[in-house]
């Protein structure tokens, strides 16, 4: 599958390299991933505002890097070893002569590669480059994604109740149907708030996994557009007593700003929740409950 970052850096450093065209006609789902996107968006703005772009999206890695193995409790244990560094990030830079010195810092950006380049590569490429840095092609930011009319959809049943709970995000609707299919009753909710949760649009986590549920309060609230979200400090610091601590914040904190979170009780020794508009709210429950789920309201849950 092509893959438009890879192409883009490629043709920075490779000036006969064979770029396709038309990237910009097709859907930005199919080439671009996750992780991808944010790179290739601070590449698309002027040269002023490139460094910043990159800076935000180092911010934001590990939670980008979560579902490709990426951990937060594994960050704090010496034996562990997470692979994976931002060689994305660092190509970009070298290739567009960006400014690092905001993130140059972060535990997996590899800085001493841009070094390598900048002391002994890049005279070379100056070279023989005309003139300006890049690829030398044209490159758009990347469409926001599509959000239907929750009030004017025809959706019905468990394509309703998706719709709800990935608050209008059509692509997102769609890969959980594909994924999911369009059960009368769910059978399995782990596997569902799985994949709901991998979109970024539902709170799965171990009951004792703090870390990994602070990282998917941010990302449901970032998608929803309300603001950043500050996780609490609590005591304990971390475990269930923490996880809590968070939970309830949220819920209190999602109300005034037109949203429910919704608690999904599985029976199980994990996390389950959603975010949905108030408005639907009354909607979302009686969905679940033709669906065979079961709903708590946080008060029922997080309160000690």
Not at 170 to 175: G, I, S
Not at 247 to 256: I, Y
Request: proline content about 8%; some cysteine.
């Amino acid at each position: 599958m092509p893959c438009q970052l890879l192409d883009v850096l490629l043709k920075s450093f490779i000036p006969r390299y064979p770029y396709p065209p038309g990237y910009y006609k097709v859907n930005h789902k199919i080439y671009r991933e996750r992780w991808m996107t944010p790179v290739l968006d601070a590449l698309a703005r002027p040269p002023e505002q490139r460094s910043a772009a990159l800076a935000t999206h180092m911010d934001n890695w590990y939670r980008l890097m979560r579902p490709l193995g990426w951990e937060p409790k594994h960050a704090r244990d010496k034996s562990y070893f997470f692979c994976d560094f931002a060689f994305e990030v660092a190509l970009a830079v070298c290739a567009y002569d960006i400014d690092d010195s905001s993130f140059r810092d972060h535990p997996h950006y590899p800085r001493d590669l841009v070094d390598h380049y900048r002391k002994h590569i890049r005279h070379t490429r100056d070279a023989w480059r005309a003139e300006g840095v890049g690829a030398g092609v044209e490159l758009f930011p990347s469409a926001p994604p599509r959000r239907i009319d929750l009030a004017q959809s025809k959706r019905k049943n468990f394509a309703r109740w998706v719709e709800l709970a990935c608050d209008g995000y059509d692509d997102a609707v769609e890969d959980m149907l594909e994924t999911i299919g369009k059960p009368r009753q769910v059978e399995n909710l782990f596997e569902l708030l799985e994949a709901l949760e991998g979109l970024g649009h539902a709170i799965h986590a171990d009951i004792k996994d703090s870390d990994s549920l602070s990282c998917q309060v941010l990302d449901l609230t970032d998608a929803r557009g309300m603001g950043p979200f500050e996780v609490p400090a609590s005591d304990p610091p971390e475990g269930p007593g923490r996880c809590m601590a968070i939970l309830r914040a949220l819920a209190a904190w999602v109300t005034p700003r037109g949203y429910r979170m919704i608690d999904l009780d599985d029976e199980d020794d994990a996390w389950h929740a959603v975010l949905v508009r108030a408005e639907y709210h009354e909607e979302f429950l009686a969905l679940s409950r033709s669906l065979g789920l079961r709903t708590r309201t946080p008060e029922q849950v997080y309160e000690d």
